[in-house]
Every structure is written in structure tokens, then in C-alpha cells.
């Protein structure tokens, strides 16, 4: 079985108990993939200098958050970890140049736990996680992703969890007066994904409209290119909503066209 790669906006940690249509979507996309025998997920909380992977004998819920309802804290995720895969995938960046590090740090950030909660609520499904590396640009986490990509052969799916926009101080001010900035922005990085235009996507923060105000910071961003590198081709959007008014919550897949039915 051959898994996508799937990019996912997993917004604040408050997705978890929202009636959020991303919520509502995540809710139903387990069942509309084919069941992986394990998960690497790369999510933007999990930031490291160079390439971390990690799978330990369990992950352990990390409430890397404050100031949000206190059922938050009570809820946990504790998939085991997959050192299996994680032996393939340290050997896959290594081959790659790319001088990967193990760690058996167990804690699972809200980017990875609370998009995994909705998706595969049982936590039955092992996990791995890789980092991000902000100091690095789009090129180098596409890098990372294709090094990953024969793990999708191997019916491991692999997740980059991240944020289509990422404008914190626009949430918080609350402003009003619309999204269409953050319209233009996502419409740019759909047309460029469907029509496979890696080089217009890899040049993103320069190149998009309105791209310094919906990421100040490119953090949220390249998850985005991990799932790009992994997919390879074109992608498709299978989601787009808001969250807080200008968090877009867009859900992207990679190399799977049958994959169109989870739109």
C-alpha cells in the first residue's frame, strides 16, 4: 500500500474541542485513507538544528500552551512509537546527506497530537516524529520530504502539520474587516500545488502575494514543504476554511490522485 502525503493547517490548540468545519473534516479523513501501518508526522512545534527523528516506546502528551480552556490539559495522545521506521527513516536522510539525529524525547506538541486526536482518535497507529529546522529555507525541508518519500511505499503516512497562514498578531488584534489578504495568499499556494509548479512554491515567501503578513515568521510554513518533498508532482486542496477569522486552515494531499474522493 502506497500512503499521500498529506500538509495539515492544525491551528490553536482549541481545534481539539471546537466545532471548527477543519475539525469536522479531520473528524472524517482517517476513514477516507486507507489505514497506515505507522505515521511521521513533522510538525512546526518541533523545531531542532538539522534533522531530530525521533520514536520513543510511547509518546507522552506535551501541553506546549497556556491560557486555554482547561479540558485541553486533561486530554492526552499517547501513541506508541515506531523504531522500526524510525531506523529507515534516520537511514533515508543519511543516504541523503542530510545528518540525521535519533532522541528519545517523548513529548508529542500540540501540532502533532491534536490534528492525530481528531484524525485517529484511537491512537492505535505508531508514530514518528521528524523536525523542522527554521533556520533552514523551503529547499531544505523539500529535501528532507524526498529523502522520506519511499516510506510511503512502505504504507507509512507522512504528514507535515503546519499552518497555511500564520498571522498571530491579526488573531490577536482583531481587527475585522475580512480575510482577503489571507485569500490571496492560500489561492496563490493552491494554483501553484495543483499545477505542480515546485520552483513558484519553494520561492513562496518572496514570490506569494501577501506572503510576509500571513507568516511573519516561516515556521508554519515549512511542514508544507516536507509533504511536497514526500509527495512529489502536483497536489490537490482538500480542505479550506478559517479558524479566529484569518487562520486558514487548508489540508493538502500529495501523490495520490484517488485521493480526490476526500475532498
Not at 27 to 54: C, F, M, Y
Request: no cysteine.
Amino acid at each position: 500500500m502506497t500512503q499521500p502525503s498529506l500538509f495539515i493547517s492544525h491551528g490553536a490548540p482549541d481545534l481539539a474541542l471546537s466545532n471548527a468545519p477543519a475539525r469536522q473534516f479531520l473528524e472524517t479523513l482517517g476513514g477516507k485513507l486507507a489505514r497506515p501501518d505507522a505515521i511521521l508526522i513533522a510538525s512546526a512545534h518541533d523545531e531542532a538544528e538539522g534533522v531530530v527523528v525521533r520514536a520513543p516506546a510511547r509518546f507522552r502528551t506535551w501541553h506546549d500552551f497556556g491560557n486555554f480552556d482547561r479540558r485541553l490539559f486533561e486530554m492526552r495522545y499517547e501513541p506508541a512509537g515506531a523504531p522500526d521506521v524510525a531506523d529507515q527513516a534516520m537511514a533515508l536522510l543519511e543516504q541523503a546527506g542530510l545528518a540525521p539525529r535519533r532522541s528519545d524525547d517523548a513529548r508529542l506538541d500540540h501540532g502533532a497530537w491534536v490534528p492525530l486526536s481528531l484524525i485517529y482518535p484511537a491512537a492505535d497507529i505508531p508514530v514518528v516524529t521528524v523536525s523542522i529546522d527554521p533556520r533552514r529555507d523551503a529547499a531544505w525541508h523539500d529535501a528532507v520530504g524526498r529523502a522520506l518519500a519511499p516510506l510511503r511505499e512502505r504504507n507509512v503516512l507522512v504528514i507535515g502539520s503546519g499552518s497555511i497562514s500564520h498571522n498571530l498578531r491579526e488573531v490577536f488584534a482583531g481587527r475585522g474587516g475580512g480575510h482577503a489578504w489571507v485569500e490571496t495568499f492560500t489561492d496563490w499556494v493552491e494554483e501553484k500545488v495543483v499545477s505542480g509548479d515546485r520552483h513558484a512554491l519553494l520561492g513562496a515567501m518572496t514570490q506569494a502575494p501577501e506572503a510576509a503578513r500571513n507568516h511573519p515568521t516561516d515556521e508554519h510554513l515549512l511542514p508544507l514543504y516536507v509533504a511536497l518533498g514526500a509527495g512529489g508532482g502536483t497536489g490537490q486542496r482538500l480542505h479550506h476554511s478559517y479558524t479566529y477569522e484569518v487562520l486558514a486552515m487548508d489540508t493538502y494531499a500529495f501523490g495520490d490522485p484517488d485521493l480526490a474522493l476526500a475532498a
